[in-house]
């Protein structure tokens, strides 16, 4: 295994052949994942490299996390800094750091106020790593909230949820999945969760009762096929959530952190949740990192001392990797990038689509751009695509999913476009220039 140690001099971390790859994987692997045929060997900014060094755009982004583009400087500077300069290493929960504190204090201001009506005193922030961490410190939240706030008895609370969500993959978590796949085998499931369609808040209000505690949503749903919501429904569900004194949360980890052209997607219809979870682009696609935020109140209400705790959540070189990434993000307004770069993508496919016997609709916001086919199989084009240098991949089996890092220039966005082109408009198929 010594070839493993050999460094690739196209870069990228070892000699060992694809092939070798592939089959590590078949053998050593739990096959959890349908791959593209592709190993990828190195990535910078939009593009991702094979071992012969050729060159594929990244249209995806890794589902968000990769929005700052891959290896930002200033971020992998950040993160080098602080292996070199020893401050990175996990600590025992038990002492303060300063990358933690400064970046709490960072995370709890790039929220606006939170849940006002309880209170101006700013947001409090409980940092995790994967995202369905932070997804489940949510939920502990808003179940805490009816508990303590509402007198729902412990165990009967409910939260209302979304059909074809996905935030993440514990068993919590999938239990409140309508993807069958998602939950098949591994009960006893997680109760305390009602699913109503997304967009449908005629639905949302029947199905709040007296054990209700709060609302999870998806501003936008990723995996649940780009599906945008009917203009009104956030602003629906604030005003249900009010009525009914619920917590109101969105999670934004693969939407938020300018995604869809907003910093926020929930900006989109100028509401105000109660509480965010970020995750994915937080730590600039580096380390895991992810956060709930709230309005200080509820944080304080909630948590506890010895009520949570995560051996790596809020870590060193996960906090100066957030903390850089943060800094990115706002001195490169990648919200107005997106927004902007995503209007002229969009037009564009528009445009394909016009021509195209294949396409069935174009929707998005800023870079989170879904097309959406007619035969229900988006992934024989996401193939086509990656013969043509152009890494995508489907979201819900009928559209396929354009994410690619918020840092898109006008080439690469061309590059991008000529080949959806060449794939979506028949009789175009010859191979553009690479
Ligand atoms: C909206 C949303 N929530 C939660 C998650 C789970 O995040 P993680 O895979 O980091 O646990 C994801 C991941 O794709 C997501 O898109």
Known sequence: MGVLEKMNPNGGFSTVPDRSIMDFEEQFGAHHYERLHMVV?????????????NRYLDGLAAYSAANTGHHHPAIAKAVIQALQGEFASVLSNVVYTDPLGIFLAKAAGFAPQLATRFGNNGNKVLPKNGGVESVETAIKTMRYYGYSQKGIPDGDQEIIVFDNNFHGRTISVVSFSTTEKYRQGFGPLTPGFV????????????????NTCGILVEPMQGEGG?????????????????????????????????????????EHEEIVPDGVILGKALSGGLVPLSVFITNAWI????????????????????????????SVFEK????????????????????????????????????FIG???????????????????VIVN?????????????????????????????????????????
């Open 41 to 53: 060997r190195r990535a910078r900014g939009c593009w991702l490299f094979d071992e012969n060094g």
């Open 195 to 210: 699913s109503v369609a997304f967009g449908d808040l005629f639905a949302v209000e029947k199905a709040i009762n007296a």
């Open 226 to 266: 780009m599906a945008i919501p009917p203009k009104g429904f956030l602003k629906g569900l604030r005003r249900l959530a009010d009525e009914n004194d619920l917590l109101l949360v969105c999670d934004e980890i693969q939407v938020g952190m300018g995604r869809t052209g907003k910093k926020f997607c929930f």
């Open 299 to 326: 944080m304080d209400l909630v948590f506890s001392k010895g009520s949570d705790g995560s051996t790596f959540g809020g870590y060193p070189l996960a906090c100066v990797a957030g903390t850089a990434a943060l």
């Open 332 to 367: 490169e307004q990648l919200a107005l990038r997106s927004a902007t770069k995503g209007a002229l993508l969009k037009q564009r496919i528009q445009a394909i689509a016009l021509q195209s016997p294949h396409v069935k609709e174009v929707r998005g916001e800023g870079l």
């Open 371 to 389: 097309i959406e086919v007619n035969n229900g199989n988006a992934m024989e084009f996401c193939r086509k695509l990656l013969d043509l240098n």
């Open 394 to 434: 489907d979201s819900h089996g009928h559209t396929i999913r354009i994410s690619p890092p918020l840092i898109i220039n006008d080439h690469e966005i061309d590059f991008l476009v000529k080949r959806l082109e060449t794939v979506l408009v028949d009789g175009k198929s010859s191979k553009p220039h690479l």
